[in-house]
């Protein structure tokens, strides 16, 4: 059972004599595709591109993600440049740079390097020496042993 609705476009021509606008009619099957019709083109322009959007905005994050990791990159960069350039201010080989000095700002690895080369000068100011070591423990001699090393002084002829 179809029913039929009566409409009227707006190009509408009248019959000529009685002046009454002649229209189509449609049944609600067509008016029903119709309407779906409008909808989905109306739909398809408002959301249409929606998927090229997704993707651009997914690509945007990339963006950002490899910004970001860009900006740690030449952060790391500054801080070995800083690094290096107060081990060479204050003599500093590479090795004891990278096990030394680990600071994060210039302050505390400029305290790090000082701190480090007033070490390493004292180290080379002493030298390897242990200014005890080869030397008796006691500074007394019992009798019986000043009596064999009188005997072996005689011995040797000193």
């Known amino acids: ?13 009248t019959d000529g004599g009685d002046g ?8 609600q099957a067509e008016l029903d595709q ?12 408002k959301f249409g591109d929606y998927a090229d959007l997704k993707a ?22 500054e801080a070995r440049a800083l690094r290096s350039d107060i081990a060479n201010r204050h003599g500093i ?5 990278d096990l030394f000095l680990t600071g994060s700002d210039a302050a505390s690895l400029e305290a790090q390097a ?3 080369a007033e070490r390493n000068a004292d180290q080379k100011k002493a030298g390897n020496r242990a200014p005890k070591e080869g030397r008796p423990t006691t500074t007394t001699i019992s009798p019986k042993d000043a009596a064999k090393r009188e005997w072996l002084q005689s011995l040797s002829g000193e």
């Open 20 to 27: 009454k606008p002649e229209g189509k009619t449609f049944t």
């Open 1 to 13: 059972m179809s029913e039929t609705t009566n409409t009227t476009d707006a190009a509408t021509t």
């Open 93 to 97: 080989s590479a090795e004891d740079r």
């Open 114 to 116: 000082k701190r480090l």
């Open 56 to 77: 651009k905005a997914e690509g945007a994050k990339t963006v950002e993600q490899k910004l970001v990791e860009l900006e740690s990159k030449h952060a790391e960069a």
């Open 34 to 45: 119709i309407i779906t019709d409008r909808l989905a083109q109306q739909a398809k322009n």
